[in-house]
DNA sequence: TATATATTTTAGGCAAACCTAAAAACAATA
DNA sequence: TATTGTTTTTAGGTTTGCCTAAAATATATA
């Protein structure tokens, strides 16, 4: 199949075709790949040219650009990278949550399927990256797994966090304070009816957070 | 200073110019620089202006180059980059060996110092890489530690293996077989005048190596 | 539906990093 | 020293990935 090398560049439109596509499903504009990756609108339609011609992607004159299955395979190993990366810097090199991206952004480019392997291997095969956002496998394959909000647990129900919405600085303070972040297991203790806001069992401490701050956490039910 | 960012290329180059250069004191041709890198003469020379213009190398015309204070700086840099890539890549992913330098070559390329500072950390401070080359400090600064030859210890003196000179796939597996790699700690145990091999205490077993064998591995007394 | 506005494409250019072919400078040696 | 050979540079070309300006198409609105 298309085992050519792409370059950085074309790999970045590829990810972000994708990402704009809602997984292969919508044709996505010019336009919106333009402002996504900060490239003028004419050099958009040039480098869809280039990826329509190795069929990565169909295009329609002046309608859109609609990923092929080929693009979306090559996608997710591109995200895969990411993820995987951004797992590494977090993890084991201590990098903060918003310090990941870009990084990871440079590094996701280095093509070596055994080194991605290694690193698979080496961090135990991860299945969510710090964002919470699932890590494609080899195949390309994804978990998905129901995020819910805290408040659809019931009494005595326990999640992990899998998600988190809102990414100010001020909120990640906050979360820190709470001891939240990915992976934390959290109980549910009680739902105050007055103003939606819910008590918790976070870090061994039950703690009573706001309807805000709960909708802006997402978690899987275990 | 010239805190300007370096592309790919240029990098490479100057990696290129700094090791033929011998530590910045020797003059380099053209010619060097176009077979190591695997790139026409017409375009080193071409880099070559473009290196010369930002100060990080001094050109005489039709003579040769010389890689200036802050060019040498910032090979140090790349080397520190790439090597601390390479013991990751060994101690943490269990690459072998021989398989390394290549992913290195890219790696060393992603340029963000809190990384390098942050991977540095992780790998506990690395001095020497997984072929036994000093990693330079964050300040470029080498511990430079003299290299001797098994033969060069006296009865009952120590060393560590700090550098293997032959890279063949077989002296790979021989020194594999023997338990030799990179930090071990080998003790003289006798000289044998007939044909010039040693007897060493290797892994707590004693065995016998020959003239060759030994000249492709150096140490350091301890 | 006609017209204004927004989107997309075409056309022509530019810088980076390579190339080949030919000219210039240097080095080696008869 | 004149000639031959090697090294280096110059000159001009290519590809990649971007740009601006203008033309073509689609969409929105009066």
């Known amino acids: 199949m298309s085992n050519i090398k792409l370059s ?11 990402n704009l596509s809602e997984f292969g499903n919508k044709q996505v504009s010019t336009n919106s790949i333009s402002k996504i990756l900060n490239i003028e609108p004419a050099s958009v339609t040039d480098m869809i ?36 990366w951004e797992v590494f810097l977090h993890d084991k090199l201590k990098f903060n949550w918003d310090e990941i991206h870009e990084i990871a952004e440079e590094l996701e480019h ?26 494609p496998n080899k195949l390309g394959e994804i978990d998905f797994v129901d995020k819910i909000s805290i408040s659809d647990l019931k009494i005595n129900e326990k999640g992990i966090v899998s998600r988190i919405i809102n990414e100010d600085e001020e909120f990640f303070n906050l979360l820190k304070k709470l001891k939240i972040e990915i992976g ?24 009573i957070i706001s309807k805000d701050i709960s909708n802006n956490i997402k978690i899987t039910k275990i």
């Open 110 to 135: 280095v093509s070596s399927e055994m080194l991605i392997d290694n690193l698979d291997k080496f961090l135990k095969y991860p299945k969510i990256d710090p964002h919470g956002d699932p890590i």
């Open 49 to 84: 040219k280039k990826l329509s011609k190795k069929n990565l992607i169909y295009h329609e004159k002046y309608k859109g650009s609609t990923i092929s299955k080929s693009g979306i395979k090559i996608a997710l190993q591109i995200i895969r990278r990411h993820r995987l």
């Open 8 to 18: 950085k560049s074309e790999e970045n439109y590829l990810k972000s075709i994708f």
């Open 184 to 207: 934390s297991e959290i109980t549910l203790i009680d739902k105050i009816d007055y103003d939606n806001s819910v008590e918790i069992l976070i870090d061994k401490k039950s703690v």
